[in-house]
């Protein structure tokens, strides 16, 4: 087990932790649906907790009871600033859960084309499919990001021909 050093965290982070049930001397320490603190700040969006839970060693890539991680929360709740914080600390953005789904899946399904645009500038996997032979272009909602996954998806001849 990876214990982790509370004293890297802030009162206000530990009195945050402690009011969710989480112990602030376990920083992977699971709960409600197998989520994390880290999990559970970014549903939140309570970007100085996860960013203060990311700096002490939170396993950033832990994946709850659907085998999602911390990104599939930040990307539902369009928190922008924690998908760049989460993908700037090196979170896996090819994470699978139970139905195959990535981010970037959920997120053309869902039609949230900024977030489609924000995770396209970490480079996503465009080819995964889901348990159903899906991918990504496969679920999008809205002609944007459809547009926007099939110019993703075109082979870089040196120029822009759009």
Known sequence: MNQTNSQNLS???IQ???AKGYNPGDLNQTGENGDTALMKGTREGVYPVVKE?????ADINAQNSDSNNAL???CFGNHYDLINLLLASK???DNQNDNGATVLMYAASAGKTEVVKLLLQYQPNLYLKNLDDYKAIDFASNV???RILKNATKPDIGQSLS
Do not use: K, P, R, Y
Not at 53 to 57: C, F, N, P, Q, T
């Open 91 to 93: 979170i896996n953005i």
């Open 53 to 57: 839970l990311i700096h002490a060693g």
């Open 144 to 146: 944007e990001v459809l």
């Open 11 to 13: 009162e206000t982070t």
């Open 16 to 18: 945050w932790l402690i």
């Open 72 to 74: 599939w929360f930040a």
